[in-house]
């Protein structure tokens, strides 16, 4: 299968799970949301984050902040409008592929910053997706990007295989997805920080373009 139709698979399925995606996460949000502040508090200058969902980072964003949020699917950035409305910066709602951002400028953004994109991507697109993080952060940009992967722990890694199928059916995400291994093998882009926010599964890569 071609990128630009798991693309189209992946966009299906989340203008289906848009309706009701904010009651599927709540269990989950219940600990995002601690955790979305400070994920963004330090963030400054012209913002992209990709996958920006129903929108619920908006709010945290610093006034000084010009954000384009962009997702793959229509229905999800309808959801987010209502909350742009609750934004103290400027935000920008595009439909738009990451793995392929044609409406978005070379050499434009200061931040890349995502929450639970990659892991949505098959291994096989990711790389598409990283060489566009690349072509639109400027020169010194930064990225952060938060994402989740199986643990070492048993026990944790056993509730994890429970919820494999309907985290995969629900949101196409999965926990064997090599993000942190394509960043790294990127000619221009610098992993210069790695670190877990719960556990070993819920892992934030930060970086630069060199």
């Given at each position: 299968m071609k990128s630009h139709e798991k693309n189209l698979l992946l966009q299906t399925k989340y203008n289906v799970t848009a309706s009701f995606y904010d009651i599927l996460d709540y269990p989950w949000e219940r600990i995002y949301k601690k955790w979305r502040p400070a994920l963004v508090r330090d963030l400054r200058?012209?913002?992209?984050?990709?996958?920006?969902?129903?929108?619920?980072?908006l709010k945290f964003y610093h006034q000084d902040v010009e954000l384009v949020g962009i997702d793959l699917?229509?229905?999800?950035?309808?959801k987010a409008e209502k909350r742009k409305?609750?934004?103290?910066c400027k935000v920008s709602l595009l439909h738009e592929d990451a793995t392929v951002m044609r409406s978005i400028d070379s050499n434009k953004f200061d931040w890349i910053f995502s929450t639970f994109m990659c892991c949505v991507m098959p291994d096989e697109i990711q790389n598409l997706a990283i060489e566009q993080f690349?072509?639109?952060?400027k020169p010194?940009?930064?990225f952060r990007l938060l994402e989740i992967v199986y643990s070492k722990n048993k026990k944790i890694r056993k509730?994890?295989?429970?919820?494999?199928?309907?985290?995969?059916m629900v949101y196409g995400a999965r926990f064997d997805r090599n993000t942190l291994r394509h960043i790294e093998q990127s000619s221009t882009l610098k992993v210069t920080k790695t670190s877990f926010l719960?556990?070993?599964?819920y892992l934030l890569i930060e970086g630069i373009r060199v």
């Open positions: 200058g012209e913002i992209l984050e990709a996958g920006v969902g129903t929108g619920r980072n699917s229509k229905q999800m950035l309808s409305t609750k934004a103290r690349s072509r639109v952060l010194g940009g930064r509730r994890q295989d429970f919820f494999t199928p309907f985290v995969e719960k556990d070993d599964t």
